[in-house]
């Protein structure tokens, strides 16, 4: 079954260290973001893609990077330069262009540090 | 650009009674509307859409939204809630021209007391 798969889903980290989320789709979509979620704050937007070797930050991008080599991977890296770094992290992806079908989600990943 | 506000960010309901969910939105374009719920400690899902035709569009749970173009309302109804009901959902809305992301709301909590 298609869908998409983020991994680990808890992950420590120690302070000054570089941790790599990893986002995988196999819906074929072109478009790929990924969210933080805090506690009252709803969604927002880290970064995202709309085709391999392209990508735009979002509203939060500070302390981030993320690259896109293939169309189903979006790996995210949360750097010691992101200074509040514990939080929910959501991975989705999407059509690109007039999308009537919305976003899927993965399941997240939760980092802690430590 | 678009906008969406939840107007309550928590709703506490007793079981087996209604509900309603309150999502208003902002746009000049036409739009698709979305609903997602996200249980704890995991992703979004699709709960409904509204692209075009009927204005009342259903779940497969027992869910309703009702599009109101001039009240830019999309609200989310239920008029029997289960405690496992208990979730966040979250309103979205995106263009229906061009590559557009994805505009969540900031969310309402529901929860469902016995």
């Known amino acids: 079954d298609g869908g998409i798969t983020q991994s680990p889903k808890y992950l420590f980290r120690k302070e000054g260290q570089n941790v790599t989320l990893s986002c995988e789709q196999n819906l074929n979509h072109d478009a790929m973001y990924w969210y933080r979620q805090d506690p009252g704050q709803g969604l927002r937007l880290i970064y995202y893609s709309q085709i391999v070797n392209d990508f735009q930050k979002g509203d939060i991008a500070e302390g981030y990077s993320v690259s896109r080599e293939k169309k189903e991977s979006f790996p995210l890296t949360v750097t010691s330069a992101q200074k509040n770094p514990t939080a929910f992290y959501l991975c989705a992806s999407s059509f690109s262009g007039t999308n009537p079908y919305g976003y899927t989600f993965g399941s997240g990943t939760r980092l802690t540090v430590v | 650009a678009q906008s969406v506000t939840q107007l309550d960010s928590q709703v506490p309901v007793f079981e087996e009674a209604p509900v309603e969910l309150r999502c208003n939105y902002s746009s000049s374009v036409s739009v698709y509307l979305f609903w997602y719920v996200q249980y704890p400690n995991q992703g979004l899902q699709l709960l409904l859409k509204?692209?075009?035709?009927?204005?009342l569009v259903e779940s497969i749970n027992g869910f309703e939204a009702e599009f109101n173009k001039s009240q830019t309302s999309f609200h989310l109804r239920k008029p029997s809630v289960h405690i496992s009901d208990t979730a966040e959902y979250f309103c979205?809305?995106?263009?229906?021209?061009?590559?557009?992301?994805?505009?969540f709301g900031q969310g309402t909590r529901l929860t469902i007391n016995p």
């Open positions: 979205a809305v995106s263009a229906e021209q061009g590559a557009q992301k994805l505009v």
């Open positions: 509204y692209l075009s035709g009927s204005t």
